[in-house]
């Protein structure tokens, strides 16, 4: 049987290797180090528990999320990843580019990002992994909105949004063990009508407002009866637009690469 690649059964079971070989294939052995009983999803179905297994033993490499949101880790694992968090030491208000453009900017701190967590587990010897990094801005008639430095700073971007349409920008990089990349970003639109001064004191004194672009949480601001919508993705303004690079992350968990994958509007 011709064959470009070499099969890898992530199984131990002997059986399932002779059934191959009876079949004529070739296959070598990796059995996955994960005990199923120590998995635990929330389904009672026999079908999507035996599906999700099968799926996480087919990965081959880590998942490294570059980031130390953790929206981001609960959307990831929410969609079926388990991502180990190492986030990168940058800080985004100490890098400056020669560049007015949120998608730019958003772009270039993904990729710093997930380049700076590639070096520092190549400098300690770690194992290949998948580094998955992101970052969201907000910009306002084009000017860029990062995140607030205090609840004053929080307050002023949120009166500046009301009764005005915002772009959001959520910048995604993912680097593959083999060094190959995919770079990529998604644009949102958000409407925030006016506030009552008790629903901006509430989200004040609450500090819901840190660490975030724009001072807000689209679900949260939904949650606590904000005027507010969103025109495209809901995920891209929350900082994770999985529907839109999840088949590629699930392809180079498994093949370790990503120069083979088409991605439309991506950079590779």
């Avoid at 500046?160 to 949102?188: K, M, Q, Y």
């Amino acid at each position: 049987m011709n064959a470009n690649f070499p099969l890898i059964l992530a199984s131990g079971s002997p059986r399932r290797a002779l059934m191959l070989r009876e079949a004529g294939f070739a296959p070598q052995v990796e059995a996955a180090d994960i005990d199923d009983a120590a998995v635990h999803l929330e389904t009672h179905s026999v079908e999507e528990l035996t599906l999700a297994l099968a799926l996480f033993k087919a990965r081959r490499f880590p998942l490294i999320l570059a980031s130390g949101s953790p929206r981001r880790a609960l959307m990831l694992r929410e969609a079926g990843f388990a991502p180990q968090v190492e986030a990168a030491d940058i800080d985004d208000a100490a890098v400056h580019l020669e560049t007015h453009s949120v998608e730019e900017l958003t772009l270039a701190l993904a990729l710093f990002k997930a380049r700076r967590v590639e070096m520092m587990r190549r400098a300690r010897g770690a194992e290949a992994a998948v580094i998955l990094a992101a970052d969201t801005m907000c910009a306002l008639d084009g000017e860029l909105i990062g995140k607030p430095s205090d609840a004053a700073h929080a307050d002023k971007m949120i009166r500046a949004f009301e009764n005005r349409p915002h772009d959001v920008v959520t910048a995604w990089c993912i680097i593959a063990p083999d060094g190959s990349r995919v770079l990529d970003s998604d644009c949102s639109i958000v409407h925030v009508g006016a506030l009552t001064d008790a629903q901006r004191a509430h989200h004040l004194d609450s500090g819901a407002w840190k660490g975030k672009a724009g001072g807000y949480n689209f679900p949260e601001a939904l949650a606590a009866g904000w005027p507010v919508r969103c025109e495209g993705l809901w995920e891209t303004v929350v900082g994770l637009p999985l529907i839109r690079f999840a088949s590629v992350l699930e392809e180079t968990l498994r093949t370790g690469c990503t120069a083979h994958l088409r991605v439309e509007g991506g950079t590779a």
